[in-house]
């Protein structure tokens, strides 16, 4: 157990919907990483949040958002679903806001979506 | 750019067999850190091992051992005497030391160990 909380494990939703996967780090790390992981991806980097603040944004497409709230945990919103965002998601977590690399991970959350 | 090759989508082995799982990287950074993770079939990525560009020495963890060679910008993993518990896919990552470049990963190798 890695101590990263992901919900929900699995959502089917249809396309042209909005979902909301939610991330609760380690007790302690203030940093939260979001990848998508997909057949033909592979794992992706998203974005990244250091103590409520942006730090670093990856291919995240624009129909996507996250945010960190005060009490360090973090929303992955992704709108107007299309069939390709069926994927894997996983949050990750860190201490350090520079990204030391040990990142404990989240059990993920699968997207279907039809 | 930085980027993780792991040439092998798909091995398979018979229990007790070696097997070696082959890392390529590239990166202009003179300074990273090198990764593995294992990603079993329920699903979470579970952090193996760091290593950082400064420290060429492999380094051996019970039945896993890794061996870096700056050289050929190469970080391989082996594991001695497979069980069916290694089963799983295989992760491996390249992290600049600067900046806040995230963690980038190769494609991963599925490692399928059969009794």
């Known amino acids: 157990d890695s101590g990263v909380t992901q919900t929900p494990k699995h959502l089917i939703t249809a396309t042209g919907q909005r979902v909301t996967l939610r991330c609760s780090p380690r007790s302690g790390d203030l940093s939260v990483y979001w990848y998508q992981q997909s057949l033909d991806q592979g794992l992706q980097f998203l974005i990244q949040?250091?103590?409520?603040?942006?730090?670093a944004k990856g291919n995240i497409l624009e129909r996507f958002s996250a945010q960190q709230f005060p009490d360090l945990h973090s929303e992955l919103n992704l709108s107007s679903l299309e069939l390709g965002d069926s994927a894997l998601y996983f949050c990750a977590s860190s201490v350090a806001g520079s990204n030391t690399g040990e990142l404990f991970f989240g059990e993920g959350s699968r997207l279907t979506v039809l | 750019a930085q980027k993780v090759t792991q040439a092998q989508t798909e091995i398979s082995v018979v229990e007790k067999e070696d097997v070696t799982l082959d890392c390529v990287y590239e990166t202009r950074d003179t300074t990273y850190y090198l990764f593995w993770y294992k990603q079993p079939p329920s699903g979470e990525l579970v952090f193996l091992i760091r290593?950082?560009?400064?420290?060429?020495q492999n380094e051996i963890s019970g039945r896993y051992s890794w061996n870096f060679q700056k050289s050929t910008s190469s970080f391989n993993f082996t594991i001695t005497a497979s069980q069916v518990v290694d089963s799983a896919v295989y992760f491996c990552a390249l992290l600049p030391f600067s900046g806040n470049t995230p963690l980038v990963f190769g494609k991963g190798t599925r490692l399928s160990v059969i009794a």
């Open positions: 949040y250091y103590n409520g603040e942006e730090r």
């Open positions: 290593r950082n560009s400064f420290d060429e």
